[in-house]
Nanobody
Protein backbone atom coordinates (compact mmCIF):
# COMPACT_ATOMS: atom_id res chain seq x y z
CA UNK A 1 0.00 0.00 0.00
CA UNK A 2 1.14 3.54 -0.72
CA UNK A 3 0.03 6.79 0.89
CA UNK A 4 0.70 10.13 -0.76
CA UNK A 5 0.35 13.55 0.88
CA UNK A 6 0.88 16.78 -1.05
CA UNK A 7 1.91 20.10 0.45
CA UNK A 8 3.23 23.47 -0.62
CA UNK A 9 0.22 24.89 -2.38
CA UNK A 10 -0.95 28.42 -1.77
CA UNK A 11 -1.62 31.84 -3.24
CA UNK A 12 1.00 33.44 -5.46
CA UNK A 13 1.05 36.32 -7.90
CA UNK A 14 1.47 35.69 -11.59
CA UNK A 15 5.15 35.37 -12.37
CA UNK A 16 5.93 33.98 -8.95
CA UNK A 17 7.08 30.56 -7.83
CA UNK A 18 5.89 27.70 -5.65
CA UNK A 19 7.38 24.36 -4.74
CA UNK A 20 5.05 21.44 -4.21
CA UNK A 21 6.07 18.35 -2.31
CA UNK A 22 4.58 14.89 -2.14
CA UNK A 23 5.49 12.83 0.89
CA UNK A 24 5.14 9.13 0.26
CA UNK A 25 4.76 6.28 2.72
CA UNK A 26 4.60 2.56 2.16
CA UNK A 27 6.25 0.62 -0.65
CA UNK A 28 6.95 3.77 -2.59
CA UNK A 29 10.57 2.95 -3.37
CA UNK A 30 9.35 0.08 -5.52
CA UNK A 31 7.07 2.32 -7.54
CA UNK A 32 7.88 2.45 -11.20
CA UNK A 33 6.69 5.96 -11.87
CA UNK A 34 5.35 9.02 -10.10
CA UNK A 35 3.62 12.01 -11.55
CA UNK A 36 1.86 15.31 -11.01
CA UNK A 37 -1.57 16.09 -12.38
CA UNK A 38 -3.84 19.08 -11.89
CA UNK A 39 -7.52 19.79 -12.08
CA UNK A 40 -9.17 23.17 -12.45
CA UNK A 41 -12.85 23.70 -11.65
CA UNK A 42 -15.18 22.12 -14.21
CA UNK A 43 -12.23 20.69 -16.13
CA UNK A 44 -10.75 17.25 -16.60
CA UNK A 45 -7.71 16.21 -14.61
CA UNK A 46 -4.67 16.90 -16.76
CA UNK A 47 -1.10 15.72 -16.86
CA UNK A 48 1.65 18.03 -15.61
CA UNK A 49 4.83 15.97 -15.25
CA UNK A 50 6.06 12.44 -14.65
CA UNK A 51 9.28 10.74 -13.69
CA UNK A 52 9.93 7.06 -14.40
CA UNK A 53 13.42 5.65 -14.15
CA UNK A 54 15.55 8.02 -16.16
CA UNK A 55 12.66 9.49 -18.13
CA UNK A 56 11.09 12.83 -17.28
CA UNK A 57 8.15 14.17 -19.25
CA UNK A 58 6.23 17.44 -19.06
CA UNK A 59 3.03 18.77 -20.48
CA UNK A 60 3.72 21.33 -23.20
CA UNK A 61 1.98 23.99 -21.14
CA UNK A 62 4.58 23.77 -18.34
CA UNK A 63 7.79 22.96 -20.20
CA UNK A 64 10.56 25.36 -19.31
CA UNK A 65 8.70 26.60 -16.23
CA UNK A 66 8.17 23.51 -14.06
CA UNK A 67 10.74 21.00 -12.84
CA UNK A 68 9.88 17.60 -11.35
CA UNK A 69 12.29 15.69 -9.14
CA UNK A 70 12.24 12.59 -7.01
CA UNK A 71 14.26 11.86 -3.89
CA UNK A 72 14.12 8.14 -3.19
CA UNK A 73 16.09 8.49 0.04
CA UNK A 74 13.51 10.93 1.43
CA UNK A 75 10.54 9.28 -0.30
CA UNK A 76 9.46 12.57 -1.80
CA UNK A 77 8.37 13.87 -5.17
CA UNK A 78 8.70 17.59 -5.81
CA UNK A 79 7.45 20.05 -8.38
CA UNK A 80 9.22 23.39 -8.69
CA UNK A 81 6.88 25.82 -10.43
CA UNK A 82 8.31 29.07 -11.77
CA UNK A 83 6.84 31.88 -13.86
CA UNK A 84 3.35 30.89 -12.75
CA UNK A 85 0.45 31.95 -14.92
CA UNK A 86 -3.21 32.50 -14.15
CA UNK A 87 -4.02 29.33 -16.04
CA UNK A 88 -1.86 27.28 -13.66
CA UNK A 89 -4.51 27.71 -10.97
CA UNK A 90 -5.77 24.25 -10.03
CA UNK A 91 -5.69 21.51 -7.44
CA UNK A 92 -2.44 19.61 -7.91
CA UNK A 93 -2.30 15.86 -7.30
CA UNK A 94 0.61 13.51 -6.79
CA UNK A 95 0.30 9.98 -8.17
CA UNK A 96 2.28 6.74 -8.14
CA UNK A 97 2.15 3.41 -9.92
CA UNK A 98 3.88 0.04 -9.91
CA UNK A 99 2.85 -0.72 -13.48
CA UNK A 100 5.55 -0.68 -16.15
CA UNK A 101 4.73 1.16 -19.37
CA UNK A 102 6.62 3.14 -22.00
CA UNK A 103 7.31 6.50 -20.38
CA UNK A 104 4.80 8.35 -22.59
CA UNK A 105 1.97 6.32 -21.03
CA UNK A 106 2.55 7.98 -17.68
CA UNK A 107 0.94 11.11 -19.09
CA UNK A 108 -2.38 9.33 -18.62
CA UNK A 109 -4.12 9.30 -15.25
CA UNK A 110 -5.19 5.71 -16.00
CA UNK A 111 -1.59 4.55 -15.54
CA UNK A 112 -1.64 5.38 -11.83
CA UNK A 113 -3.04 3.42 -8.92
CA UNK A 114 -2.34 5.73 -5.99
CA UNK A 115 -3.29 9.37 -5.55
CA UNK A 116 -2.87 12.04 -2.93
CA UNK A 117 -5.68 14.30 -1.76
CA UNK A 118 -4.39 17.32 -3.66
CA UNK A 119 -3.10 20.77 -2.80
CA UNK A 120 -4.61 24.02 -4.07
CA UNK A 121 -2.53 26.42 -6.15
CA UNK A 122 -4.04 29.83 -6.77
CA UNK A 123 -2.39 32.37 -9.04
CA UNK A 124 -3.55 35.98 -8.87
CA UNK A 125 -3.02 38.84 -11.29
Amino acid sequence: QVQLVESGGGLVQAGGSLRLSCAAAGRIRASVAMGWFRQAPRQEREFVASISGGAIDYADSVKGRFTVSRDNAQNTLSLQMNSLKLEDKAVYFCAATFRLYPSREYASARAYDYWGQGTQVTVSS
